[in-house]
């Protein structure tokens, strides 16, 4: 069912630009940022608006991903979450694992506050149910949630900004043009999942065919 109220592009964009972080202000204008959100809402940004209304598009991911539901279910919606919240809800899978699924929160009418949760982590589901999705997607840039169980957290931001902390001793980074530390790559991630094994696949290592 296609998502009555929808916002245009341009209101999404406003939506997403109060909930930047700050650091990412300054990158360019607000005209520009405006310009620039409003053409990923309607086109990008996993198409928010045009996988909102285009049944065609949606029966493509229907046929490609093949788990049952018809073309429908995979629209996205626009949903009124709770009292002054309405949020784009998007099924998606991991990876594309149709073992992983999960709702995209992609964009909100005002950023998401910790009492927020209740109301999405009860509506995402309800409007994918066909799914059974375990777990929602949220973009935020509060510094953090309490109550949650732990997950991912992607942080955006040049470089310059996210440097200048110390570094442990024996880290390092060196170039390299061939295979050569490639097992000690590899040993060093599955390290990492045996120390965190409710996180498998948190970061990964290309292959040797990518590199």
């Not at 296609?2 to 939506?15: D, G, H, K, Q």
Request: net charge negative; hydrophobic share 45%.
């Amino acid at each position: 069912m296609i998502s009555e109220n929808l916002p245009t592009a341009a209101e999404l964009a406003r939506f997403s630009l109060v909930a930047q972080h700050p650091l990412t202000l300054g990158w360019c204008s607000e005209p520009e940022r405006l310009a620039n959100l409003a053409e990923e809402h309607a086109f990008d940004l996993q198409f928010d608006l045009q996988l909102a209304t285009d049944l065609e598009l949606a029966g493509k991911r229907a046929e490609f991903i093949n788990v049952g539901p018809p073309a429908e279910a995979y629209l996205n919606r626009w949903v009124t979450v709770s009292s002054g919240l309405d949020a784009m809800f998007s099924i998606r899978f991991k990876g594309m694992d149709v073992g992983k699924p999960f709702v995209d929160v992609s964009v909100t009418s005002r950023p998401v506050l910790a009492q927020d949760f209740p109301a999405l982590i009860e509506s995402a589901p309800r409007e994918y149910g066909d799914f059974h999705p375990p777990r929602i997607r949220i973009w935020s840039a509060a510094e953090g949630f309490s109550g949650l169980r732990p997950d991912q957290r992607v942080l955006a931001a040049p470089l310059t900004e996210l440097g200048g902390g110390e570094v442990a001793p024996e880290l390092r980074l060196k170039p390299t043009a061939d295979l050569s530390n490639y097992a000690d790559a590899q040993a060093a991630y599955a390290a990492v999942d045996a120390a965190h094994p409710k996180h498998p696949g948190q970061a990964g290592l290309l292959s040797e065919e990518d590199l």
